[in-house]
């Protein structure tokens, strides 16, 4: 009997010294793992490296979930104006919904003046309680950039860009970042200098579209900007511009030192991209593409998404974008569009995803 005691104690701790060296194992990869993927801005912890860059029509609260469902680690909502804001303007304050899934989630603003940055700015803090205000100096076009004289025209004006930062510092007690382009065209390329004048003023991170504002959309996005300016200032750099895959991604990452790379179209019906690059550089696994099936099946998840968000007449105008998007390139898809362009009942669209998902299988 006493053989039998002592054995079963030797066992016992036999297995309490594997399950300690066990957890001790578990504790120290989950360490090693958040030393390697994760960051902040400011006091906001960010579990990796990758961001959805603000589009305006796009990044709304629907889009914004399946995002966040794929593994983004940070969020930008679409843009609203300051001035919007200041009136009131209902269809603005209905852009800045937002739910607690999709944290950590910064709310972009554009504008040209200190004073209605600042009153956005507290609306913003006080009603959405957002992690992250960002403040966009990046927008080109001319609605924005030449008429409003806000967005990237901002690039032109050191003085004021210090002047609008401090005071949205300020005014919220989150952190504080500013979207750049590269500068206002070839000649006057100064995306360094308006960096440390952010982080001077206070800014927590600089994101850089490595784009002119004149390049507009085209033309390559020259990823050394992004290097110089992560060379040049000590708050987070987050690289924008050509990001397209895991190899993209790894390579911006590893040529520009960016603490993370923020990705725009190729989400495009594409959220998958964000699964794609995170186990590319958490696991060095290339997943399979989503098959045709998955697209649609994606695609009308996100439209059930818009339905509970928007009015059905927005819905349906919103969807169709994304319908082109998710399904380009996919057999018989340009007679899909074609019937989805043709009407705006929410079940009819819905039958003609799910009919066409059952021509697929
Ligand atoms: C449809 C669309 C809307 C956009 N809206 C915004 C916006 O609201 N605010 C902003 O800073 N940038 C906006 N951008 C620019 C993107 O955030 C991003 O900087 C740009 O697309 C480059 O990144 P990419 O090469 O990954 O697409 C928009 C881009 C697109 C295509």
Not at 137 to 165: F, T
Request: glycine residues 6%; hydrophobic residues 45%.
């Amino acid at each position: 009997m006493g053989y039998i005691i002592s054995n079963l104690w030797k066992l016992l701790n036999r297995v309490y010294l594997v399950h300690s060296f066990f957890m001790t194992f578990c504790i120290l990869f989950d360490i090693l793992y958040l030393v390697k993927f994760m960051w902040k801005i400011g006091n906001v912890e960010i579990k990796n490296r990758l961001v959805l860059a603000p589009m305006a029509g796009v990044c709304n609260s629907a889009f914004r979930r399946i995002v966040k469902e794929m593994g983004c680690g940070l969020i930008y909502a679409e843009m609203v104006s300051d001035k919007a804001i200041f009136y009131n303007n209902q269809k603005t304050i209905d852009m800045l919904y937002m739910t607690d899934f999709e944290r950590p989630i910064s709310q972009q603003i554009f504008g040209s003046d200190k004073e209605s940055f600042v009153s956005a700015a507290k609306f913003i803090y006080e009603n959405m309680k957002p992690d992250i205000i960002d403040i966009n100096m990046g927008c080109p076009v001319p609605k924005v950039a030449l008429r409003a004289q806000a967005g990237s025209a901002l690039l032109k004006n050191p003085s004021k860009i210090k002047e609008i930062v401090e005071a949205v510092v300020s005014s919220v007690p989150i952190p504080v970042t500013v979207k750049i382009r590269s500068g206002w065209d070839f000649n006057s390329i100064n995306a360094v200098e308006v960096a440390k004048i952010c982080e001077e003023a206070g800014a927590s991170a600089i994101c850089v579209h490595a784009r002119t504002r004149s390049q507009g959309y085209s033309g390559k996005a020259d990823w050394n900007i992004i290097k110089l300016v992560k060379e040049n200032v000590s708050i987070p750099v987050i690289g924008n511009g050509d990001v397209v895959d895991c190899f993209s991604a790894k390579k911006m990452l590893d040529d520009t030192g960016c603490d993370a790379v923020m990705i725009g179209r190729a989400a495009l019906g594409n959220p998958w991209i964000f699964k794609e690059i995170n186990e590319f550089l958490e696991n060095g696994v290339i997943i399979p593409k989503p098959s045709p099936i998955e697209k649609v099946d994606m695609c009308l998840k996100h439209f059930e998404y818009l339905v509970s968000l928007k009015i059905s007449k927005v819905a349906v105008l919103e969807i169709r974008n994304h319908i082109a998007w998710y399904l380009k390139g996919l057999k018989g898809s340009n007679e899909i569009k074609n019937k989805i362009y043709m009407t705006r009942d929410i079940d009819e669209i819905r039958s003609i995803l799910i009919n066409y998902r059952k021509e697929l299988e």
